[in-house]
């Protein structure tokens, strides 16, 4: 391949995968092997929200970075707008966290409830979503 054609090849490249970056609104670290996270990244861009998608191979290491309570941790972890988003957080409340700019972490739906976006399913359990601070203070944000 002469050197022209490389150029204009990798030039080709980055401008079709520059707007892609450009459009996400924020990063999900997920394991690769895990369905469920693929399935509320897609609940999230139904609802307006685009997420870049990291596969990890150390998740625990994540979310200690990001300062997520080892009791309120579940699959996968998203940051966006400065907040940390864990497991199977609804739109609605991320973009209400977003539009609110509370003094917090972030939010978290600990574990993988049945009925929660991207774990639907035949049945709907009720679950909790909490908010966390860095003190380790937290509170329960919406029931659903």
């Known amino acids: ?20 970056a450009a459009a996400a609104d924020g990063l999900m670290h997920k ?9 509320w990244a897609e609940h999230m861009q139904k609802n307006g929200v685009a997420l870049q998608s990291r596969n990890e191979a150390d998740m625990s290491a994540v979310k200690a970075k990001l300062k ?14 400065g907040y ?5 957080v609804p739109a609605d409340l991320v973009k209400k966290v ?9 939010l978290a739906v600990p574990g ?10 035949p049945s ?11 003190q380790g203070r937290r509170s329960v944000y919406a029931t659903r």
């Open 68 to 81: 997520v309570p080892a009791d309120l941790r579940s699959c996968h972890t998203a940051e966006i707008g």
């Open 84 to 88: 940390v988003f864990e497991g199977h």
């Open 98 to 106: 977003l539009k609110d700019k509370p003094k917090i972490v972030g």
């Open 31 to 39: 394991d690769p092997y895990c369905g469920c996270c693929t399935a």
């Open 124 to 134: 709907k359990q009720p679950y909790q979503v909490l908010s966390f601070d860095g």
């Open 1 to 20: 391949m002469n050197k022209r054609l490389h150029w204009a090849a990798a030039a080709l490249a980055i401008s079709l995968i520059s707007p892609l």
């Open 112 to 121: 993988m409830p049945m009925g929660s976006p991207g774990m639907e399913g």
